[in-house]
């Protein structure tokens, strides 16, 4: 079996809607997907009907959070798509990310870089899709601000860049209890090994189950996430993080093998 636990539709920053997605991960051999789009959970029933049967479409949502002024994220799995939790977490952060997208709009204006904000983010399924920085890096390369997609993180909006503006978010805690509450296991997206020392204990405290360990990173950083999932006993998952993008290869050409989450599976799979 290959799965992968990590990938965005046009329900967030991702660039194809959730049957186009599934069709992909079919036509790319994989045998079970979870759709994880920021913040809200509109894209796993249509995912899910598209997939007919033929693939196992895992229901999922990634929650931003903030520590100590970084930003962080925390996947959700086997969450029911229509928790109340989800639901209010999904329209208390559509308003700040609004608020956000907003105030960068204004800070790019008086550095010259003039981008009405109705040109930003029509890929988006709907008008309740929370905005994303990709949305604003893809009409910044339309209107020409830009060269490309990293071009515009580089120069203009990444968390260096003087335009930058956190997201408003809950914090780590606050966002595990949401998943809790929709009955998912909450595990720690891409959780950078400088963060994982101070930030774990009370993560684990709040109820997080995993850690995502396997990525298209490198296979030290892997093996060093994977050892602290371990050593916590927290289980480990794996996915792409697929938006669609040029730069991220077909869906199916990372995957991950039914025993290295198999833990993980039985729990949630019931
Ligand atoms: P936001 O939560 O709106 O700040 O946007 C975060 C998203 O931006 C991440 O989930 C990534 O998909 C994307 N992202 C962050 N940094 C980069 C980068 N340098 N190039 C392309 N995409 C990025
Ligand atoms: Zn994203
Ligand atoms: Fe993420
Ligand atoms: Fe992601």
């Known amino acids: 079996m290959r799965l992968d636990l990590h990938m965005h539709t046009t329900f967030s920053d991702g660039v194809y809607p959730p049957e186009e997605v599934v069709a992909r991960a079919i036509a790319g051999g994989l045998d ?49 798509p229509a928790a109340d939790s989800l639901v209010a977490h999904h329209h208390d952060l559509h308003a700040r990310r609004d608020e956000r997208m907003r105030k960068i709009v204004e800070r790019l204006a008086e550095q010259g870089v003039r981008l009405p904000l109705g040109r930003v983010g029509d890929q988006r399924a709907s008008g309740m899709v929370p905005y994303t920085r990709p949305h604003l890096a893809r009409a910044l390369v339309r209107e020409g601000y830009a060269t490309d997609v990293s071009d515009a993180f580089d120069r203009h909006i990444g968390a260096h860049c003087p335009a ?43 109820g997080l189950g995993g850690l995502e360990a396997y990525r298209p990173w490198g296979r030290g950083v892997r093996e060093a996430v994977a050892a602290h999932a371990r050593r916590a006993g927290l289980f480990v998952t794996g996915g792409s993080d697929w938006h669609g993008r040029d730069t991220d290869g077909d869906l199916g050409s990372f995957f991950v093998r039914e025993e290295q989450v198999a833990g993980f599976l039985e729990v949630g799979g019931k």
């Not at 997939?51 to 100590?68: H, Y």
């Not at 009955?183 to 020392?197: K, N, Q, S």
Request: charged letters at 20%.
């Open 32 to 80: 079970a997907i979870a759709i994880t789009d920021h913040d809200n959970t509109q894209g796993v029933v249509p995912a899910q009907r598209a997939a007919r049967g033929r693939i196992r479409v895992i229901p999922g949502v990634e929650l931003s959070a903030r520590w100590r002024g970084q930003s962080i994220h925390v996947l959700g799995y086997f969450v029911d």
């Open 164 to 206: 930058y503006v956190l997201v408003e978010s809950p914090g780590p805690e606050e966002v595990i209890g949401t998943i809790r509450e929709a009955g998912g296991i909450a595990v720690w997206a891409h959780p950078p090994l400088r963060l994982i020392d101070k930030l774990l204990p009370c993560m684990v405290d709040a």
